[in-house]
């Protein structure tokens, strides 16, 4: 099957930039969610990437490179509200199957 | 109103007590998804079903069953429930685009 990978953890300074990354296997491949959330809360939607590319949504900007099977989410200016979970999640074979989710990375916001 | 409700929003049970948990929602989507979150396991798919006459298992179907009412309603059955069960649940919604539209969560603790 296909197989979705995002580090496990991160952590980074308010104000800053970071970078979160994944992976997933190019087989099937027909895009990729974005999406956040916030302990003990439902996921709630960030981007999704069809085509090559940088899409910029505020502070927010998602990354994909289908040839290499690679996808960032890059945000900037960062907030403590930013501290969460964000999962990555691609849809493989047209739709025809559930989206296949990462197991999430979790960010700390520090001061 | 939400477009996905869930209830119970909260369920403290004893082991061997049989459990269901309803989704609803209001999106007039054609497919909905049962999902447990576990800390450090990320989003794993119970069961989905992508019409009223379609009921498919996911990575983790034993011990759970579903029911799919009507397009809008889709409930998830624990016969017998077990400790290992307790969990956060999570009802999804999606049209073929495949955006996922999630509940509040259900957060079942079995004893």
């Known amino acids: 099957g296909q197989n979705i990978d995002q580090p496990t953890e991160m952590t980074a300074t308010e104000g800053a930039i970071v970078q979160i990354n994944c992976t997933y296997q190019?087989?099937?491949?027909?895009?990729l969610f974005w999406y956040q959330q916030h302990a003990g809360e439902a996921p709630t939607f960030l981007s999704y990437n069809v085509l090559d590319g940088l899409e910029e949504k505020g502070r927010f900007s998602s990354f994909l490179s289908r040839s290499k099977g690679y996808s960032y989410l890059l945000l900037k200016e960062l907030q403590m509200k930013d501290s969460a979970s964000y999962l990555c999640a691609g849809v493989f074979y047209s739709g025809n199957t559930p989206l296949v989710f990462g197991k999430g990375t979790r960010l700390s916001v520090i001061a | 109103d939400a477009d996905v409700t869930q209830t119970p929003r909260n369920r403290i049970t004893k082991t061997g007590k049989r459990i269901m948990l309803e989704c609803s929602q209001t999106k007039g989507h054609d497919r909905m998804y049962w999902y447990r979150q576990d800390p450090g396991l990320g989003l794993r798919l119970i069961y989905y079903s992508f019409d009223v006459k379609d009921i498919n298992k996911g990575e983790i179907s034993d011990g759970y069953s579903v029911s799919r009412q009507a397009q809008a309603k889709f409930s998830l059955s624990l016969e017998s429930a077990i400790p290992n069960q307790t969990a956060l649940y999570f009802c999804?919604?999606?049209?073929?685009?495949?955006?996922?539209?999630f509940g509040p969560g259900t957060r079942l603790t079995v004893l």
């Open positions: 999804a919604t999606s049209d073929r685009g495949n955006e996922q539209f």
């Open positions: 190019t087989s099937g491949f027909n895009g």
